[in-house]
């Protein structure tokens, strides 16, 4: 079946603020996403992607 990836984004405090399904195929292995930033505040977060349920990235995003 087809994989299907999430991403997470969690704020300092643990807390997720957006959850989302990646969708757009670019090639081989490499998934794009645009995340609405709407009200977030600048600051430091982090995030994680799933495929299904495994694991399969993560890192920190800097908000200015």
């Known amino acids: 079946g087809k994989e299907s990836y999430t991403l997470s984004l969690y704020n300092v405090n643990g ?3 957006i959850h989302k399904q990646l969708f757009s195929f670019v090639s081989h292995g490499q998934y794009s996403t645009c995340i609405e930033r ?3 505040p600048p600051g430091a977060y982090f995030y994680t992607i799933y495929s299904n ?3 399969v ?3 920190k995003l800097l908000l200015e």
Do not use: H, S, Y
Request: with cysteine; proline share 0%.
């Open 53 to 55: 349920t495994n694991r």
């Open 15 to 17: 807390q997720c603020v």
């Open 57 to 59: 990235g993560g890192g």
């Open 38 to 40: 709407g009200a977030l």
